[in-house]
């Protein structure tokens, strides 16, 4: 069903490389604690990249898995790098060793595990919107077949609400993402009519990756007041080449997790990739057990969301942040 549905698409790209992992290679890790009776295990982890965010949801969910099934589980941990090819390549790998499950860390694992696998239950985690990732176009908010896991959704309109309480005055809004994560462009299209709706004057500014992500970010500051940056997984690997753009230009940037935030952010709403991964991790561990049918189990979200701030960032810009706001570690 669902599973099949990107499966021309995900063949074609992965023609292209059939490269080894851009982030490093596998790593077969026992979970830790005293193991117990029962069956052992062994999981996949495909993550798209490493940066902060990702790699706390990664986090997460071994540690889940670490409690609840003390000595029971091995982990093949893979990188894809940031590619798309990659992870069709990692994906056909766990498949072939029979992994008892895959999680799928962000959007482009999710893609390729469900063109690789419809046997083998795959849980995503850091995905924000199951229905565009996997091109579902009737969503009840459950998946179905051998897909489940969790959401890194934060209410978008939440979001522009809290950047209207920081900048009032402001008239135009960038909105900065990469034209290539689905997930982005879906954030950034249902945050637009929410800014419009106040007032804002919104223009998308799409880069295709870390090459051209400095020129559209300084043309972004050239026409914004403010900039907005959803949950983007480039624009979170490379928050350095951001700062330097949009920091010696005065333009804040009010972004859609901490770990962007902490780059090159001033405020943001977040959820916790850690609790998040740690929820895909208790999902796991039901499902292999046999506590749940992973075809009939809901796309979990985050319970909490937290409005931070970066103060280095803040101060830079002589920025003071209204009471709630706390301050990113």
């Known amino acids: 069903m669902n599973q099949r549905i990107l499966a021309g698409l995900l063949t074609g790209a992965m023609a292209l490389s059939l490269t080894a992992c851009g982030g490093g290679g596998t790593s077969d890790t026992p ?21 902060d965010a990702l790699d706390a949801a990664t986090q997460g969910f071994k540690d889940a898995l670490n409690e609840k099934l003390p000595g029971q589980v091995t982990f093949q941990e893979q990188d894809a790098g940031g590619e798309y090819a990659n992870c069709g390549t990692i994906m056909d790998g766990f498949v072939a060793d029979g992994v008892d499950l895959i999680l799928a860390n962000a959007t482009y694992p ?3 595990a469900a063109s690789a696998t419809a046997d083998i239950p795959i849980l995503g985690t850091s995905v924000t919107d199951y229905a565009t990732a996997l091109s579902i176009q009737d969503w009840t908010g459950t998946v179905g077949g051998n897909i489940s896991g969790t959401s890194d959704l934060a209410p978008l309109d939440q979001q522009a609400s809290m950047l209207q309480e920081l900048f009032p005055d402001a008239k135009t809004v960038g909105l900065l993402y990469c034209s290539g994560e689905p997930n982005s462009v879906y954030q950034v299209d249902t945050i637009k009519g929410y800014l419009e709706e106040m007032g804002y004057t919104c223009t998308q500014y799409a880069f295709t990756d870390v090459n051209d992500l400095s020129s559209v970010a300084q ?15 480039t624009a979170a690997a490379n928050t ?11 333009v804040p940037v009010v972004t859609g997790e901490s770990g962007l935030c902490s780059g090159c952010g001033v405020a943001t709403l977040s959820i916790s990739y850690y609790d998040i991964g740690y929820a895909t991790g208790e999902m796991a561990a039901q499902i292999l057990t046999g506590e749940a049918d992973i075809s009939t189990m809901p796309v979990q979200y985050a319970p909490n969301v937290t409005k931070m701030y970066n103060a280095a960032n803040c101060e830079a810009l002589g920025l003071t942040m209204p009471d709630g706001y706390e301050p990113i570690a």
């Open 31 to 51: 979970s830790g604690g005293t193991p117990t009776d029962g069956e052992s295990y062994t999981i996949g982890i495909c993550q798209q990249m490493t940066h």
């Open 110 to 112: 999710l893609q390729a």
């Open 219 to 233: 043309t972004a500051c050239d026409g914004s007041d403010v900039i907005y940056i959803p949950t983007d997984n």
């Open 240 to 250: 350095e080449t951001i700062a330097n753009v949009v920091l010696p230009a005065g």
